[in-house]
């Protein structure tokens, strides 16, 4: 028999495909013949699964409850495997406070690094001559005060207006 043949064979016989002449064959060949290295460890499996067959094993009592029992376990513990468990809930809650501080620390850097010298330019002097800079400076302090002083005088006009309307919708609420 051709080594090709074996091994479809024992394909075979290990899905519980075979008839007992093509096991038969397989036991003869595994027993008479020299098998190549690939085969050597199908060779062992498969006369070991001989002898056992042949020994006529008895199957120990309660053997099924058992497996049973185990089988039932085994799914229990797969339910609970696959069940959300808490601690996803906690990893999801621990990398929202990490990313929090991680984002106040971001802003902490950005704040410090706005508050360095490279993003605030330091003042310089602008004029050479002190007294140009007091001229300057009054010009600027007297348009202020102008401008100012032409805001109030909005604000008192747009004050006095107010009074007239509520005096008008006091009338007409009396009324």
């Not at 002449?21 to 060949?29: I, V």
């Not at 100012?148 to 009324?175: C, F, P, S």
Request: net charge negative.
């Amino acid at each position: 028999m051709k080594v090709e043949e074996i091994e479809r064979l024992l394909a075979e016989f290990y899905e519980g495909n075979t008839t007992e002449s093509q096991e038969e064959a397989l036991r003869d060949y595994f027993r008479t013949k020299e098998v190549p290295e690939r085969l050597l460890k199908e060779k062992e499996i498969f006369l070991t699964l001989c002898q056992a067959a042949e020994m006529d094993m008895k199957v120990p009592a309660g053997l099924e409850d058992k497996l049973t029992l185990l089988i039932d376990e085994k799914a229990e513990e797969e339910r609970h495997f696959f069940r959300v468990n808490r601690a996803k809930r906690n990893w999801r809650w621990i990398r929202g406070v990490a990313a929090t501080v991680l984002l106040l620390v971001g802003i902490g850097y950005g704040v410090g690094w706005m508050r360095h010298d490279v993003c605030v330019p330091t003042p310089q002097d602008t004029f050479s001559d002190p007294e140009e800079a007091y001229r300057v400076l009054q010009a600027t302090l007297i348009e202020v005060s102008t401008n100012l002083n032409q805001g109030i005088t909005q604000v008192e006009e747009t004050q006095a207006d107010m009074r007239k309307v509520v005096q008008e919708v006091k009338k007409e609420i009396q009324r």
